[in-house]
């Protein structure tokens, strides 16, 4: 990846995340308004079955989540052993990507059960995995935690690379 400033990287990163975080959020509003004017009606109606899609895709998301969660934390120890903002700002990126990429196909899997079942639980389970990426997204803070930054590297990404301009 090239950028030209710091700026210009998490205007990217940010970018990138609110846009893929938007498709599905996209699809849910498409799909509730479906519903509410009864032109899509629910493919499974027994309720026993809506319940227990609803729990094991709970799970399984979850159980994904929790995978990639931790994959991330280890690709940041070993990013944080390299020499160089600008190379660990780089192996920073596709990391990120892919952790909002899991956001996103948590959030179409959780759609398209919306979508057969209509059974709430899988609305509320999207408003978690929301919420869980924003307390997981990618400020200049928790760069700084994730790559364990110190200094002039710390000050250089909460600042996005103005405190060592003239």
Sequence with gaps: MNFSSLKEYFYRLYNYGLIMMLLPMIGFLIIFYL?????????????SMNNFL???????????????????????????????LGQKLEDYYPVIRSKINSYVWASFLLLAGFACTSHQGFSICFGVVI??????????????????????????????GEAFRF
Excluded at 35 to 47: G, S, V, Y
């Design 35 to 47: 519903f509410l004017a009864e032109i899509w009606f629910a493919l499974i109606t027994d309720a």
């Design 54 to 84: 609803w729990q094991f895709f709970a799970l399984l998301i979850f159980i994904m989540l929790t995978i990639v969660h931790w994959q991330a934390v280890k690709n940041f120890k070993k990013i944080s052993s390299v020499v160089g």
């Design 131 to 160: 919420l869980w990426c924003w307390t997981q997204w990618p400020t200049p803070r928790k760069v700084c935690r994730q790559l364990r930054l110190r200094g002039d590297e710390r000050e250089m990404v909460l600042t996005k």
